[in-house]
T-cell receptor, first 116, second 112 residues
Framework: ETGVTQSPTHLIKTRGQQVTLRCSSQSGHNTVSWYQQALGQGPQFIFQYYREEENGRGNFPPRFSGLQFPNYSSELNVNALELDDSALYLC???????????????FGPGTRLTVL | LAKTTQPISMDSYEGQEVNITCSHNNIATNDYITWYQQFPSQGPRFIIQGYKTKVTNEVASLFIPADRKSSTLSLPRVSLSDTAVYYCLVGVEGGATNKLIFGTGTLLAVQP
């Protein structure tokens, strides 16, 4: 069974640029959630996708957007990057049999984004 | 605004039982409470999940009172390798969309 994978592992961008982060969910999972974790802080929920539809969203501006594909992999897009967007971006997948937002989530290793 | 709070840090010795409590004052009625362990520069690792009363697995127990406004993670006999940050995760009600909130995190330091 393949776990959650994310790419790239590290990324450096400059302020104002756009970035796309990718996540492959664990085999058999149909729900993907994205989190932002600043250094020394807990993860902050960005949004969740269940069967290609947004199933929940945290307090992030519209320049944070996402997609889920028919194979349940997902992308996180961030436009107009700001210095405060520097963080570890975590993806988690879950089975979502009932579409509950709190179904058990399994996390990937994260993508470290640095904005200069 | 929903708050999910935990003690900032706890110290323990190898072999002791450790209990970490999370207070969640605005938890959604139908959602689970989940606990995770996180080591530096890694994604959180699932420990245990429950809805009410008590749940036990091979590594931990989870105690949830009837009002579900708090939960307690119990690690029965900690070892040095249990030194990590522990988070609770809950769903919260209110607003136009579902939200997930991690607790503030508890740094557990286990000493020999």
């Amino acid at each position: 069974e393949t776990g959650v994978t994310q790419s790239p592992t590290h990324l450096i961008k400059t302020r104002g640029q756009q970035v796309t982060l990718r996540c492959s969910s664990q085999s058999g999972h149909n729900t993907v959630s994205w989190y932002q974790q600043a250094l020394g802080q807990g993860p902050q929920f960005i949004f969740q996708y269940y069967r290609e539809e947004e199933n929940g969203r945290g307090n992030f501006p519209p320049r944070f957007s996402g997609l889920q594909f028919p194979n349940y992999s997902s992308e996180l897009n961030v436009n107009a990057l700001e210095l405060d967007d520097s963080a570890l971006y975590l993806c988690a997948s879950s089975g979502g049999l009932a579409g509950s937002i709190t179904d058990t989530q399994y996390f990937g290793p994260g993508t470290r984004l640095t904005v200069l | 605004l929903a708050k999910t709070t935990q003690p900032i840090s706890m110290d323990s010795y190898e072999g002791q039982e450790v209990n970490i409590t999370c207070s969640h004052n605005n938890i959604a009625t139908n959602d689970y409470i989940t606990w995770y362990q996180q080591f530096p520069s890694q994604g959180p690792r699932f420990i245990i999940q429950g809805y009410k009363t008590k749940v036990t697995n091979e590594v931990a127990s989870l105690f949830i009172p009837a009002d579900r406004k708090s939960s307690t993670l119990s690690l029965p006999r900690v070892s040095l390798s249990d030194t990590a940050v522990y988070y609770c995760l809950v769903g919260v009600e209110g607003g136009a969309t579902n939200k997930l909130i991690f607790g503030t995190g508890t740094l557990l330091a286990v000493q020999p």
